[in-house]
T-cell receptor
Framework: AQSVTQLGSHVSVSEGALVLLRCNYSSSVPPYLFWYVQYPNQGLQLLLKYTTGATLVKGINGFEAEFKKSETSFHLTKPSAHMSDAAEYFCAVSDGGPGYSTLTFGKGTMLLVSP | GAGVSQSPSNKVTEKGKDVELRCDPISGHTALYWYRQSLGQGLEFLIYFQGNSAPDKSGLPSDRFSAERTGGSVSTLTIQRTQQEDSAVYLC??????????????FGPGTRLTVL
């Protein structure tokens, strides 16, 4: 089974500072990797995904992530944090069985942005 | 277009009662998933439907949990004899097909279940 580790349950940054949220995965097969964001009392929204091809993936709201196979990592970054980025972020890896996929999530990282 | 909807948004029940949680997926999505989000366990997969059949029920935590899907659309998650540890947010997601990891899963807003 696949697994995902997110380092840091909470990350605090100042507005305008770099955002770095860490994600490491364990997978026995080439992984498909995802970052989701959850705003308070809302469902999950896909930020970006890596399937195949270019290892630097760009998503919505200025976020991007780089797949590094040698480090089994898929860290999420944004050059300049905005107050509206405050939310919980989940890294996920595709899992499942023959002919279907489900998602295995990390524990989540709460991003706090201060003015 | 409409996204995934879930009802009720909040449910408070007493220990030992049965509850039903409903999910309406995006029209045309054949794959449907239930996940549970709790403080101690994070986000956990519960069950996957392809059409009306459930090829993967491996995440259901006990036989008190069951789910069905009718007409390839609406799904109901039933928890019998609820326990306090069942308190969580239950999330439903749907995708075009479960057969490809490329297919984005679209999530509903969830049902917050509180068992007193």
């Amino acid at each position: 089974a696949q697994s995902v580790t997110q380092l840091g349950s909470h990350v605090s940054v100042s507005e305008g500072a770099l955002v770095l949220l860490r994600c490491n995965y364990s997978s026995s097969v080439p992984p498909y990797l995802f970052w989701y964001v959850q705003y308070p009392n809302q469902g999950l929204q896909l930020l970006l995904k890596y399937t195949t091809g270019a290892t630097l993936v760009k998503g919505i709201n200025g976020f991007e992530a780089e797949f590094k196979k040698s480090e089994t990592s898929f860290h999420l970054t944004k050059p300049s944090a905005h107050m509206s980025d405050a939310a919980e972020y989940f890294c996920a890896v595709s899992d499942g069985g023959p002919g279907y996929s489900t998602l295995t999530f990390g524990k989540g990282t709460m991003l706090l942005v201060s003015p | 277009g409409a996204g995934v909807s879930q009802s009720p948004s909040n449910k408070v029940t007493e220990k030992g009662k049965d509850v039903e949680l409903r999910c309406d997926p995006i029209s045309g999505h054949t794959a449907l998933y239930w996940y549970r989000q709790s403080l101690g366990q994070g986000l956990e997969f519960l069950i996957y439907f392809q059409g009306n059949s459930a090829p993967d029920k491996s995440g259901l935590p006990s036989d008190r949990f069951s789910a069905e899907r009718t007409g390839g659309s609406v799904s109901t998650l039933t928890i019998q004899r609820t326990q306090q540890e069942d308190s969580a947010v239950y999330l439903c997601a749907s995708s075009l097909s479960g057969g490809s990891s490329y297919n984005e899963q679209f999530f509903g807003p969830g049902t917050r279940l509180t068992v007193l």
